[in-house]
């Protein structure tokens, strides 16, 4: 990527490249590591009217393609007008889903749209390493979701894996069942975001697994796609594929189901909260005036970083793994490989609260338990 080039992305842009859009909090499961303990839908959730309105103005600002989330984004019961709409207006979507609604009707009419790319969520190759994260009997029906879609003839869809300590050695098996259904892989970064707050210093990959997935994703990225969250790990040497930087509030950014605008789908607090697609000016008076998206865009110091041979290379990694941890946005990644965001965790004695936990009562989070 040339230096021009990256500067203008520090910059910001006119517009996200990608944004992200949790169409709803609600959800059938209760993820351990839902990075917005999802589960109750908000009674202030946006309307049709207003999620159209917001997709009239992205297609004005000419923003190229949207991740729909959630939440599960199949629950609400407009989800495919809302993504009629989106298409119609040439905006390819890409959604995440955990497949529980994907019977074969809903395969079939997914299966006949264009611009549009399905990511099946699942965290293990086996149901004891998945259900364990994701809770009892989400590995066969995320299973079943990919034999419909294969089924209905939809293409190459997507497995979205977060990796985590306990499911590091079973990529080479994630890649093996995502070509056995032509399908394309995606593994990402957990953050410790939403409920993943209390998870993640169990979860979380380990230094050595971190170098493990760095050789992994040398050897295998030309096929991979990581959603360019590993740029940490550029610190041991050579550059993984993509973006080597944050993006948030300058490429990136958010909108949750009630609107909001947040700099980065993993910084879900009020400190992170730009503004409301609501309010005068809508998404795109936030994107191009917001404080918060300004001070983001302007040249950030390497902190305690500055001293490290490194820190071209990872640019300090990612302000949500700092921001939840308890660590300075200057300070070192809670995953630096060279054990500096370890040597920082030590002495850290409170870190932010996710803003809002929509987990349902009754329905507590899955409680990891070990193998």
Not at 10 to 38: K, Q
Not at 48 to 64: G, H, K, N, P, Y
Not at 328 to 336: M, Y
């Amino acid at each position: 990527m040339s230096t021009s080039l990256v500067e203008q992305l520090h910059g910001g842009l006119d517009a996200p490249i990608c944004l992200t859009w949790e169409l709803t909090y609600a959800c059938n499961l209760s993820c351990v590591h839902c990075l917005s303990s999802s589960g109750r839908r908000d009674p202030r959730e946006l309307s049709t009217d207003e999620a159209v309105a917001v997709l009239d103005e992205l297609r004005d600002l000419q923003v190229f393609y949207i991740n729909i989330g959630g939440g599960e984004p199949m629950i609400r019961r407009d989800f495919f007008p809302i993504v009629d709409h989106a298409i119609a207006n040439g905006i390819g979507v890409k959604f995440s889903t955990n497949g529980a609604f994907i019977d074969d009707e809903a395969a079939r009419r997914l299966a006949a749209m264009d611009y549009l790319d399905i990511q099946i969520s699942l965290d293990g190759t086996d149901a004891p390493t998945n259900d364990a994260v994701r809770g009892d009997g989400s590995y066969d029906t995320a299973r079943r979701a990919m034999d419909r879609l294969a089924g209905a003839g939809f293409g190459p869809f997507k497995i979205s894996v977060v990796v985590t300590r306990h499911n590091v050695d079973q990529l080479d098996e994630f890649q093996a069942l995502a070509d056995s259904y032509g399908a394309q892989l995606r593994v990402t970064r957990l953050r410790p975001s939403g409920r993943g707050a209390d998870s993640w210093h169990e979860l979380h990959p380990t230094n050595a697994q971190q170098r493990q997935i760095y050789q992994w994703l040398l050897a295998k990225g030309d096929r991979v796609l990581t959603g360019d969250s590993f740029f940490h790990l550029n610190a041991l040497g050579e550059p993984l594929p993509g973006l080597n930087m944050c993006g948030a509030g300058r490429v990136v950014c958010l909108i949750d189901p009630i609107g909001d605008v947040y700099a980065c789908p993993f910084v879900i607090h009020d400190q992170f909260r730009a503004g409301s697609v609501r309010e005068p000016g809508g998404f795109t008076a936030v994107w191009r005036e917001s404080e918060l998206f300004r001070s983001l865009r302007e040249p950030q110091s390497a902190g305690a970083c500055a001293s490290c041979g490194s820190y071209d290379a990872c640019q300090g990694g990612c302000m949500a793994a700092k921001f939840f941890t308890g660590l300075p946005l200057d300070g070192p990644d809670p995953e630096c490989v060279g054990g500096e965001g370890e040597l920082a965790l030590a002495g850290v004695t409170s870190a932010p609260r996710p803003a809002m936990d929509h987990t349902r009562p009754g329905a507590a989070p899955v409680l990891f338990r070990r193998k």
